[in-house]
């Protein structure tokens, strides 16, 4: 956040024709001994009173034009304006009218949403005959009104969010610089943020450039600006680029049953097939060609009847079509180690439609993989989960949802016998986790929201780290790194530090360290949070993979269009399980007449508020009695 002691009311200069101009942007930074050109030569503008989207995988430059635009850093070429006013010359005065709120917000946990809230007044050199009002009307829009004595550090994910938005508006700026606000956050809380940002845009002309790894809320932006590898693809409204994909998206459903996990799999071996992603009880595609339908049909003819259904494309199949699906060539190649210790590792989708199966697994052992029955956790007075109960069979992949603090998590690490129930029978791989965590530990591989990496070990010293912690030793450990290399195309940063990775390569580092040891369970703990759309791609072809083998999969995720990878689905809410049964149960919990095609995240809001209500109407009748 700028610290500034301009007056309230000298602020906002009156706006010129543009809120942020770049003009020719080039940005230098020096890695490692060499030279990385973070922006290359890029020029864009904002309009006054809109909402800009940043969109860009990992790496594009999204951060560094942020930061650019907030005068933190300099240009080493070219010039960047805000509201006409050269930032190099009119550092101080563009501050005075700008809000920035990075990826990792300066809150002061220890201190409360109150104390935090006069603080960045201070700061931003707010007057106090103006502070009450303002306070007041950000906490209406935020609902933290109730929690103004509450320590930060004691706030949900989602209000911790809203607090630092929050602070970043208490001096009403006119351009507001949003660095991914709504990533590790529940549709609920993400959807609260967009109501703020939308009312300041309308009440306020406020002019908003945010950056986001939500392409669905690409959709809702007036303006979007696409990055990659420092460079501009373009700028311009959301239909602007989906208009070129029209008679090119289409639903593919296949009229028995399947996994659509596996015909995700066969259609993304096609040549015709730029992009294959499921949606619904569907498998979403893109074609290079209109005319490639023709080809789909003859693919798919010998597994029975095919419904192939046109519609409209939106602005995610436009970014995966421009970018590709970054990581598919890799994931394709063979394992070139022919051993038996990688022959089962599992991480590689089919390479041919004849390589896929289709026909949902079945087997004679119905036993589950994992029991958790009636489990509770106690911190002290406080139950993070109460009486949580549910199965998972073999090859499952069971998806874990819920808004924050709703004990997703801590259900997970009880799972994983890193940390211990209070009461209840938990009972993995036919291990009693309450009674031998380490030999349950043994079976399973655990991958946590930041990624459990050593940030000051390099690439090959984690994975030897890891290797060597499950147990392996000689060559076996050593097939296990090069095959780890190979796969998660690791090879070219071997010797980096972890902590200086992109998030896409973290991601695969830390994936390919819960593999090491080729478990039959896999624990992923929000696994994709804050990683870019592309590489989110490449991480469920390969999870959908271990699946097809076998792998039992629980996974966490705030991305709803996740949740339909999933086999089936528990939605958790404050430490209990309100909805649990197949992506399609619990969406027809959320069909209307109004709308009869519901999606994930639909049905997520719509029990959560649902829920939420219960108290309110409860407390209602009681004083009507």
């Not at 351009?175 to 967009?194: F, I, K």
């Not at 499950?470 to 530090?497: D, K, P």
């Amino acid at each position: 956040m700028m610290s500034t002691a301009t007056p309230l009311a000298d602020s906002r200069p009156a706006a010129p024709a543009e809120a942020l101009v770049l003009d020719s942007v080039t940005k230098r930074f020096s890695a490692a001994g060499r030279e990385v050109v973070a922006l290359h030569d890029v020029s864009l503008q904002l309009t006054p009173g809109t909402i800009t989207g940043l969109i860009g995988p990992d790496g594009a430059g999204k951060t560094t034009l942020m930061r650019l635009a907030a005068g933190l850093l300099w240009p080493d070429e070219g010039t960047v304006h805000v509201f006409g006013l050269d930032m190099r010359h009119h550092g101080h005065q563009v501050q005075a009218s700008l809000g920035y709120m990075p990826q990792r917000f300066g809150l002061y946990e220890d201190l409360t949403v109150q104390e935090n809230l006069d603080l960045y007044a201070d700061l931003q050199g707010v007057p106090h005959a103006a502070r009450t009002a303002r306070y007041r009307e950000l906490m209406r829009m935020t609902g933290l009104a109730p929690f103004t004595s509450r320590l930060a550090g004691r706030l949900s994910g989602g209000m911790k969010q809203k607090l630092g938005l929050a602070c970043t508006l208490v001096h009403p700026p006119g351009l507001l610089l949003l660095d991914e606000p709504t990533v590790g956050v529940d549709p609920v809380s993400r959807r609260e943020l967009w109501q703020i940002v939308d009312r300041f845009v309308r009440e306020e002309g406020t002019t908003v450039l945010l950056s986001t790894a939500y392409l669905d809320e690409a959709e809702r932006c007036d303006d979007l600006i696409i990055l990659y590898e420092g460079r501009l693809l373009g700028q311009g409204k959301p239909d602007v680029f989906e208009r070129p994909l029209e008679g090119r998206t289409f639903k593919v459903r296949l009229q028995r049953e399947h996994h659509n996990r596996s015909l995700e799999q066969k259609l993304s071996t096609l040549p015709e097939v730029v992009d294959a992603v499921i949606q619904g009880d569907a498998v979403r595609i893109v074609l290079r060609e209109p005319s490639a339908v023709e080809a789909i049909h003859r693919a798919l003819d010998p597994l029975g009847v095919v419904d192939i259904e046109a519609v409209p494309p939106r602005f995610e199949d436009a970014f995966v079509s421009m970018l590709g699906t970054r990581g598919r060539q890799d994931a394709d190649k063979p394992d070139h180690d022919n051993s038996s210790e990688t022959a089962t590792d599992g991480t590689q989708p089919p390479r041919s439609t004849a390589d896929v199966d289709l026909r949902i697994p079945t087997t004679d052992d119905t036993r589950p993989v994992i029991e958790v029955r009636d489990v509770k956790r106690r911190f002290g007075d406080f139950y993070a989960v109460k009486g949580v109960t549910f199965d998972v069979a073999r090859g499952e992949v069971f998806g874990l949802l819920g808004a924050n603090g709703a004990g997703k998590t801590t259900t997970f690490r009880m799972l994983c016998g890193l940390l211990p129930a209070s009461e209840g029978r938990l009972v993995v791989a036919g291990i009693d986790v309450r009674r031998t965590a380490a030999a349950a530990r043994a079976r399973i591989g655990y991958m946590s929201q930041k990624f459990s990496l050593y940030g000051t070990l390099s690439v090959a010293q984690n994975l030897r780290f890891f290797s060597g912690a499950y147990g392996l030793r000689g060559r076996r450990r050593a097939a296990r790194i090069r095959w780890a290399m190979e796969q998660f195309q690791l090879t070219s940063v071997a010797n980096s530090n972890s902590g200086a990775l992109p998030l896409g390569y973290k991601q695969r580092l830390a994936l390919a360290c819960a593999l090491m040891h080729e478990p039959e369970i896999l624990f992923l703990d929000e696994p994709t949070s804050g990683v870019d759309p592309l590489a989110r791609r490449e991480f469920w072809h390969r999870i959908n993979a271990l699946a097809a083998r076998g792998v039992t999969v629980l996974v966490t995720t705030h991305f709803m269009e996740e949740a339909e990878y999933c086999d089936r689905l528990a939605i958790m809410v404050e430490g209990e399980i309100l909805a649990l049964g197949t992506p399609s149960q619990i969406k027809e919990r959320a069909r209307t007449a109004e709308r009869p095609e519901p999606i994930m995240e639909d049905a997520f809001i719509t029990l959560i508020q649902s829920r939420r209500e219960q108290p309110a109407r409860s407390g209602e009748a009681k004083r009507e009695a």
